[in-house]
């Protein structure tokens, strides 16, 4: 097995936390004040704010509210609401540097892992634990060993992104698993033992019109997924014709003919539908239509129980990935009028 799908657990060191604590806050979120917005140094990310955000609203009732959930005779599992990847993370590093400064979080295991042993051992430092597809046994493990000891764990959804400002996203379900067996172990030494699963929500609000950078981001989308622009789309029905067309291609590959004139809501529940029956027929399962969370929970277990069959293995892990890939896409409403005079997004 390679070194970067073997858990090691987290070594914290309380110095180097806070130390990165403040590289997190000044670095990565807020740059240096004076330098951030003075040509030609507000080009330099360092200097101002890789993330580039300037202030974070973190209300006190809110601050001590989350800081209550955690401490001594409490097991607390943080679950953030992600709309990105890499500043939210920053994010929810510095919300959790204010209530639980030695709680541990969750990262993908080609962080933790796979950058060499110089920069693990700098990883468990900072109290990061890899999340390891297939493999995440020993992380629970440890997250409840560690939540039980009074300091939070901050799960991070990695590889779930999605768009969806105006939505919170769903609850994780491993919060839950752990948190019933982090109250199962806590109160068989301890009856007064507490276990809370704080769902952590906030909202980026841009400070300035970003449509003009939005529309290069987008076509630099368009432009490596080879997806042709219509020249007459607003951005958002720029965006709807990305993952339409994406839609297609999966509806293609599944042997299906896409239907452009129906909602696209409709098409991924279709999808979503046959693949479900396929995968269920490959472990012997037949899901109902409200069943796919249990079938991709059955077809983990197959895999784990079945690594003989190099084909079925392939075949199985290609569908359960697909059905968990198209779940990420909430369902677009169908574009009107309205919705294609687009308002500026900015405050």
């Given at each position: 097995?390679?070194?970067?799908?073997?858990?090691?657990?987290?070594?914290?060191?309380?110095?180097?936390?806070?130390?990165?604590?403040?590289?997190?806050?000044?670095v990565?979120l807020?740059?240096?004040p004076?330098?951030?917005?003075?040509?030609?140094?507000?080009?330099?990310?360092?200097?101002?704010?890789?993330?580039?955000?300037?202030?974070?609203?973190?209300?006190?009732?809110?601050?001590?509210?989350?800081?209550?959930?955690?401490?001594?005779?409490?097991?607390?599992?943080?679950?953030?609401?992600?709309?990105?990847f890499?500043?939210?993370?920053?994010?929810?590093?510095e919300?959790?540097s204010?209530?639980?400064?030695?709680?541990?979080?969750?990262?993908?295991?080609?962080?933790?892992?796979?950058?060499?042993r110089?920069?693990?051992?700098?990883?468990?430092?900072?109290n990061?634990i890899?999340?390891?597809p297939?493999?995440?046994?020993?992380?629970?493990?440890?997250?409840?060993?560690w939540?039980?000891?009074?300091?939070?764990?901050?799960?991070?959804?990695?590889?779930?992104?999605?768009?969806h400002?105006?939505?919170?996203?769903?609850?994780?379900p491993?919060?839950?698993?752990?948190?019933?067996?982090?109250?199962?172990?806590?109160?068989?030494?301890?009856?007064?033992?507490?276990?809370?699963?704080?769902p952590?929500?906030?909202?980026?609000?841009?400070?300035?019109?970003?449509?003009?950078a939005?529309?290069?981001?987008?076509?630099?989308?368009?432009k490596?997924?080879k997806?042709?622009?219509?020249?007459?789309?607003?951005?958002?029905?720029?965006?709807?014709?990305?993952?339409?067309?994406?839609?297609?291609?999966?509806?293609?590959?599944?042997g299906?003919a896409?239907?452009?004139?129906?909602?696209?809501?409709?098409?991924?529940t279709?999808?979503?539908?046959?693949?479900?029956?396929r995968?269920?027929?490959?472990?012997s399962?037949?899901?109902?239509?409200?069943?796919?969370?249990?079938?991709?929970?059955?077809?983990?277990?197959?895999l784990?129980?079945?690594?003989?069959?190099?084909?079925?293995?392939?075949?199985?892990?290609?569908l359960?990935?697909?059905?968990?890939?198209?779940?990420?896409?909430?369902?677009?409403?169908?574009?009107?009028?309205?919705?294609?005079?687009?308002?500026s997004p900015?405050?």
């Open positions: 097995m390679s070194r970067i799908d073997v858990f090691v657990a987290p070594r914290p060191n309380p110095a180097l936390i806070r130390i990165m604590t403040v590289v997190n806050r000044v990565m807020h740059g240096i004076g330098f951030r917005d003075l040509l030609p140094f507000n080009r330099l990310a360092g200097l101002r704010g890789v993330a580039n955000v300037r202030h974070i609203e973190f209300p006190d009732d809110d601050r001590q509210r989350l800081k209550a959930c955690c401490g001594a005779g409490k097991a607390t599992f943080i679950t953030p609401n992600h709309p990105e890499f500043t939210d993370w920053m994010i929810d590093k919300i959790v204010q209530v639980s400064p030695l709680a541990a979080s969750w990262a993908t295991h080609g962080v933790v892992n796979g950058l060499g110089i920069m693990q051992k700098f990883w468990l430092a900072n990061l890899a999340q390891i297939g493999n995440s046994g020993a992380a629970k493990e440890h997250s409840i060993a939540a039980l000891k009074g300091h939070g764990v901050l799960l991070h959804p990695e590889g779930g992104v999605g768009w400002a105006n939505v919170v996203g769903s609850l994780l491993g919060a839950v698993e752990m948190g019933f067996e982090a109250l199962k172990r806590g109160r068989a030494t301890d009856q007064d033992c507490r276990i809370w699963i704080a952590v929500v906030w909202k980026l609000a841009f400070t300035k019109n970003v449509e003009p939005l529309a290069q981001e987008c076509a630099y989308v368009e490596s997924l997806i042709e622009r219509r020249a007459a789309d607003t951005l958002p029905e720029r965006i709807h014709h990305v993952y339409a067309t994406l839609l297609s291609r999966d509806e293609i590959a599944c299906m896409p239907d452009e004139r129906a909602s696209y809501a409709a098409r991924q279709q999808l979503l539908l046959e693949l479900s029956r995968l269920g027929e490959g472990i399962f037949d899901p109902g239509a409200n069943e796919i969370a249990e079938l991709l929970r059955r077809s983990r277990r197959w784990r129980e079945n690594t003989g069959d190099a084909e079925r293995q392939k075949q199985v892990r290609t359960a990935d697909t059905i968990q890939r198209l779940q990420r896409v909430g369902p677009w409403p169908q574009l009107t009028r309205a919705s294609r005079k687009r308002r900015s405050i």
